[in-house]
């Protein structure tokens, strides 16, 4: 008798734990520029405390119908972000772009295809190809290991439609151009200049905060935010962190090329990355503060060195 209570028990609580989330607690969006939202995520790494959701989903109104950038990290954050479209406007999404193959950016695709399944996913051709290949579950997987099952549930709806570098697509009353690479954030990168002004950067550029590079190059991914400082952009929405204008991309590329030219200098004076990293560090001061500087910095000096072995 004792034993079957006990035994109820714990299979209710080990059933209210496993149940399937719905969505992760709700975030303001922000309205960055006449009917473009944006929800900035927290600037950490996916965790149980912030339900795996840290990047910046946004959306424009684009007279009938809205277009989506990267609707979170799993169905649950997407679920979340369907709420707050619907609470800024009742016009259906058709349309959605995936900055790049790294799923915190685009595994809520599928809360956007429950809401409204017409609508048409876009991304890089690599990414495409990357996230059939493997990358897609890999993505679902680690979400729901940093999230211990958090994001259970979640099924990765891979893009279907490959954009290419500068593809001009007119949709609604905006036209959206795509920048892309192959050699930036994580060779599979693809930024997006809407007709007023704004320009989403995907992970090419994170708003003061340090972040894995190990899919992408640094030369690669400086390259990207010189052609897009080039442009006559108002408001930048990065991959993680504060909307700003184009400084944030500025000190993206500073902190990268203050960084790549401290360890060239340092390799061609024989200096094996681990003998380096007091002076690289300290070459990078200014940048001391951004979020992740102390967990990734070190990483980040190895794979400049390999990629100045490769040059
Ligand atoms: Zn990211």
Excluded: C
């Amino acid at each position: 008798m004792r034993l079957t209570a006990l035994f109820l028990a714990a299979s209710v609580t080990l059933a209210a734990h496993a149940s399937p989330q719905d969505t992760v607690k709700p975030y303001t969006p922000e309205q960055v520029a006449p009917g473009t939202w944006v929800i900035t995520g927290p600037v950490e790494e996916p965790s149980v405390k912030n339900q795996g959701f840290m990047n910046n989903p946004a959306w424009i109104i684009a007279g009938d119908q809205v277009i989506v950038i990267d609707p979170g990290s799993s169905v649950q954050a997407g679920r979340m972000v369907v709420k707050a479209i619907q609470k800024t406007t009742r016009l259906p999404v058709t349309t959605v772009y995936n900055t790049h193959v790294h799923g915190d950016h685009w595994l809520g695709n599928q809360a956007i295809l429950d809401a409204w399944p017409k609508a048409v996913l876009i991304a890089h051709p690599d990414m495409i190809a990357k996230a059939k290949a493997g990358e897609a579950e890999s993505w679902v997987r680690l979400m729901s290991s940093v999230t211990q099952g958090y994001t259970e549930g979640t099924r990765a709806e891979i893009p279907t439609i490959a954009t290419t570098d500068g593809m001009v697509s007119k949709i609604g009353t905006r036209s959206f151009k795509i920048y892309s690479s192959n050699d930036a954030h994580s060779k599979t990168d693809i930024m997006i200049e809407v007709d007023n002004g704004v320009l989403f950067t995907g992970d090419n550029v994170i708003n003061h905060a340090v972040r894995r590079m190990d899919d992408g190059t640094f030369t690669g991914n400086i390259k990207a935010i010189d052609r897009a400082l080039a442009l006559p952009i108002k408001v930048v929405v990065p991959g993680h962190g504060n909307t700003g204008g184009p400084a944030i991309m500025q000190a993206q590329r500073d902190f990268f090329q203050t960084l790549f030219d401290a360890v060239k200098v340092e390799y061609d004076a024989g200096k094996s990355d681990f003998e380096m990293k007091p002076v690289v560090v300290g070459k990078l001061a200014a940048f001391k503060q951004w979020d992740g500087f102390d967990a990734a910095v070190g990483k980040q000096i190895s794979l400049a060195v390999l990629e100045i072995e490769q040059q």
